[in-house]
């Protein structure tokens, strides 16, 4: 009896152990899934057209889409879009801010681009993580408006196999009142219902003999799936779940060891001291958060207490490089797409002379709101140089108006003490000096500054921790003229300007309405362009735009996701022509 139940309960034990083991066995095959596509995302860029003229303007709506579950993806907040040339360095860098994984603007292209294939290259800082062929691709035709000879070689088209793998997707039905078209005619368009809330963006174009490099959203998802079935990963790279991340090195620039445990520095010129600062890991990386505070400012970064007798420098990555240059395969032969790019140059040169390109362009308010990461927010005592005699620098102005504050000079450098009133001694920490809202790393370069250059100081006479740091006391010099802007840095130190949020337009339409003049050209190759569209699942959507006097085979096309994560793609096409039959419906 006893031994009977001794076996039972081992029976019991062994199935419990192996359930454990078969449920870890579970949990590591989801856990190696979900490392290798946790987080990663598939990048869509649709512009309005695939042939532009310099000068022109590229409207681009951009997709961030999970890997796995296909819906916008809520983790990036910053995307990157690279314009380049052949074998070239990038023409134009643009980053966006991405918000419920989408994003939309415009791009100017300079009038002084060279005739020839562009590529487009768009990608979030997480997707490096994936490597660069998960990064979205799409080739362009640019002419420049003054070129003649037009003797640029156009893209030999490959077009790739991805039949093998199936994408569940919708197409709803898109119809147009009438298939043929008079000049400076409404046009009506409904989209059919897609069962599912989503969100599309809607181009019409003109169509050209241009070999198409137009890519969809459901080819994008094709290729993804080409790609992710061989690739690994890289070095990792952190989300920027809120905003840019500057990312660098410090390394010693004599012997290229990188360093870790340095204090990196950032503040920017303004009214008011700003800080902000990180420590290298023991890669000598480190990395900071630029919110919107940030967006267009010059950064002055620094290393804290950089020691004298090395060579001990910043490196910032360059969070738009590409580690290869572009090199298709181009063919010679464009005599049969010269006519339409001759037809594009004359529309931009007749709208330029008549200035027929104010009105398309709805550009959405966008309001600022950032906080300026203030380096104290206490009582602070006040000093107006102006309030007392001129005095030749700020050695002069220490001694005479400034108690609190004692100068020493040692081996031909002089270093500050700040009296504490607390302790009732001089700290024998450093105090902080800022020039203009900049934290100044040396109290030599601001030794000559007289009451001709100081508009005011302000002083905190006690020591002031700033998250780590500790400083006896704080010094803010407020200069007349921006002194900050001419002060030498130091080796250990490095200044850059951030680039501005590309914010782009919103709605394009032309409306011949506005314009009473028959005589007046009403020319467009862009007819309507909307980069928000809502398709409600229920019902169809309805919209209309204009025609105009270029007579010509337009596209229109409608690329978006659902709520769900299935992708939308879907289209037809219009001829605008002056010869209307009754039959053209």
């Given at each position: 009896?006893?031994?009977?139940?001794?076996?039972?309960?081992?029976m019991?034990?062994l199935?419990?152990?192996?359930?454990?083991?078969?449920?870890?066995?579970?949990?590591?095959?989801?856990?190696?899934?979900?490392?290798?596509?946790?987080?990663?995302?598939?990048?869509?860029l649709?512009?309005?057209?695939?042939?532009?003229?310099?000068?022109?303007?590229?409207?681009?709506?951009?997709?961030?889409?999970?890997?796995?579950?296909?819906?916008?993806?809520?983790?990036?907040?910053?995307?990157?879009?690279?314009?380049?040339?052949?074998?070239?360095?990038?023409?134009?860098?643009?980053?966006?801010?991405?918000?419920?994984?989408?994003?939309?603007g415009?791009?100017?292209?300079?009038?002084?681009?060279?005739?020839?294939v562009?590529?487009?290259?768009?990608?979030?800082?997480?997707?490096?993580?994936?490597?660069?062929?998960?990064?979205?691709?799409?080739?362009?035709?640019?002419?420049?408006?003054?070129?003649?000879?037009?003797?640029?070689?156009?893209?030999?088209?490959?077009?790739?196999?991805?039949?093998?793998?199936?994408?569940?997707?919708?197409?709803?039905?898109?119809?147009?009142?009438?298939?043929?078209?008079g000049?400076?005619?409404?046009?009506?368009?409904?989209?059919g219902?897609?069962n599912?809330?989503?969100?599309?963006?809607?181009?019409?174009?003109?169509?050209?003999?241009?070999?198409?490099?137009?890519?969809?959203?459901?080819?994008?998802?094709?290729?993804?799936?080409?790609?992710?079935?061989?690739?690994?990963?890289?070095?990792?790279?952190?989300?920027?779940?809120?905003?840019?991340?500057?990312?660098?090195?410090?390394?010693?620039?004599?012997?290229?060891?990188?360093?870790k445990?340095?204090?990196?520095?950032?503040?920017?010129?303004?009214?008011?001291?700003?800080?902000?600062?990180?420590?290298?890991?023991?890669?000598?990386?480190?990395?900071?958060?630029?919110s919107?505070?940030?967006?267009?400012?010059?950064?002055?970064?620094t290393?804290?207490?950089?020691?004298?007798?090395?060579?001990?420098?910043?490196?910032?990555?360059?969070?738009?490089?590409?580690?290869?240059?572009?090199?298709?395969?181009?063919?010679?032969?464009?005599?049969?797409?010269?006519?339409?790019?001759?037809?594009?140059?004359?529309?931009?040169?007749?709208?330029?002379?008549?200035?027929?390109?104010?009105?398309?362009?709805?550009?959405?308010?966008?309001?600022?709101?950032?906080i300026?990461?203030?380096?104290?927010?206490?009582?602070?005592?006040?000093?107006?140089?102006?309030?007392?005699v001129?005095?030749p620098?700020?050695?002069?102005?220490?001694?005479?108006?400034?108690?609190?504050?004692?100068?020493?000079?040692?081996?031909?450098?002089?270093?500050?003490?700040?009296?504490?009133?607390?302790?009732?001694?001089?700290?024998?920490?450093?105090?902080?000096?800022?020039?203009?809202?900049?934290y100044?790393?040396?109290?030599?370069?601001?030794?000559?500054?007289?009451?001709?250059?100081?508009?005011?100081?302000?002083?905190?006479?006690?020591?002031?921790?700033?998250?780590?740091?500790?400083?006896?006391?704080?010094?803010?010099?407020?200069?007349?003229?921006?002194?900050?802007?001419?002060s030498k840095?130091?080796?250990?130190?490095?200044?850059?300007?951030?680039?501005?949020?590309?914010?782009?337009?919103?709605?394009?339409?032309?409306?011949?309405?506005?314009?009473?003049?028959?005589?007046?050209?009403?020319?467009?190759?862009?007819?309507?362009?909307?980069?928000?569209?809502?398709?409600?699942?229920?019902?169809?959507?309805d919209?209309?735009?204009?025609?105009?006097?270029?007579?010509?085979?337009y596209?229109?096309?409608?690329?978006?996701?659902?709520?769900?994560?299935?992708?939308?793609?879907t289209?037809?096409?219009?001829?605008?022509?002056?010869?209307i039959?009754?039959?053209?419906?």
């Open positions: 009896m006893v031994s009977q139940l001794k076996k039972q309960l081992m019991i034990l199935k419990r152990i192996l359930f454990v083991f078969l449920i870890q066995q579970v949990a590591l095959t989801f856990c190696n899934v979900d490392a290798q596509t946790r987080g990663s995302e598939i990048i869509y649709q512009t309005d057209r695939t042939v532009y003229i310099a000068g022109e303007s590229i409207y681009y709506k951009l997709y961030v889409l999970d890997a796995v579950t296909k819906k916008c993806s809520g983790m990036s907040k910053v995307g990157y879009i690279v314009l380049r040339a052949v074998n070239s360095a990038p023409t134009l860098k643009i980053r966006v801010k991405i918000d419920g994984g989408m994003a939309n415009s791009i100017s292209l300079p009038d002084t681009l060279t005739s020839g562009f590529q487009l290259v768009a990608f979030t800082g997480f997707m490096r993580n994936q490597g660069e062929e998960h990064f979205f691709h799409k080739e362009l035709t640019i002419a420049n408006r003054f070129d003649k000879a037009l003797d640029f070689k156009l893209i030999k088209m490959t077009p790739k196999d991805s039949s093998q793998f199936q994408l569940t997707q919708l197409e709803p039905k898109t119809k147009t009142d009438k298939v043929v078209y000049m400076r005619e409404k046009v009506h368009v409904s989209v219902k897609t599912s809330k989503s969100n599309v963006s809607v181009t019409v174009f003109e169509e050209s003999a241009i070999p198409s490099t137009y890519k969809s959203i459901i080819d994008v998802l094709k290729d993804s799936a080409v790609i992710q079935n061989r690739t690994q990963v890289l070095n990792y790279h952190s989300p920027e779940t809120k905003a840019k991340l500057l990312r660098g090195t410090v390394i010693d620039s004599k012997t290229q060891r990188t360093i445990d340095a204090i990196v520095l950032l503040s920017c010129i303004d009214s008011v001291p700003n800080l902000q600062y990180a420590v290298t890991n023991s890669k000598g990386l480190f990395q900071m958060l630029l919107d505070y940030y967006n267009g400012k010059e950064l002055f970064l290393i804290k207490d950089a020691p004298e007798n090395q060579k001990w420098q910043i490196k910032i990555e360059d969070e738009f490089a590409l580690s290869k240059k572009w090199n298709p395969s181009l063919i010679a032969e464009n005599e049969n797409y010269k006519e339409f790019i001759v037809k594009s140059q004359n529309i931009v040169y007749i709208n330029k002379s008549y200035q027929l390109n104010k009105e398309v362009n709805k550009k959405p308010t966008i309001e600022d709101h950032f300026c990461p203030e380096f104290y927010h206490c009582p602070v005592n006040t000093v107006f140089p102006s309030d007392f001129a005095l620098n700020f050695l002069e102005i220490a001694v005479e108006i400034l108690p609190q504050l004692r100068i020493i000079k040692e081996k031909g450098e002089y270093h500050a003490q700040m009296f504490n009133d607390f302790l009732r001694e001089f700290d024998i920490h450093s105090p902080a000096f800022f020039l203009d809202g900049v100044e790393d040396d109290i030599n370069k601001i030794i000559e500054l007289g009451s001709d250059q100081i508009k005011k100081i302000e002083l905190i006479a006690a020591e002031r921790a700033f998250g780590d740091l500790v400083f006896g006391g704080v010094i803010s010099i407020t200069s007349k003229s921006n002194e900050m802007i001419n840095p130091s080796s250990y130190s490095l200044r850059l300007k951030n680039d501005k949020l590309n914010e782009g337009g919103n709605l394009v339409e032309v409306n011949p309405t506005t314009n009473q003049n028959q005589n007046i050209p009403f020319l467009k190759q862009l007819l309507y362009w909307n980069p928000n569209m809502e398709l409600n699942g229920t019902d169809s959507t919209f209309e735009f204009y025609t105009s006097d270029n007579l010509a085979k596209s229109i096309k409608i690329e978006g996701i659902s709520e769900d994560g299935t992708p939308i793609s289209g037809t096409s219009i001829q605008v022509t002056n010869q039959n009754i039959t053209d419906k």
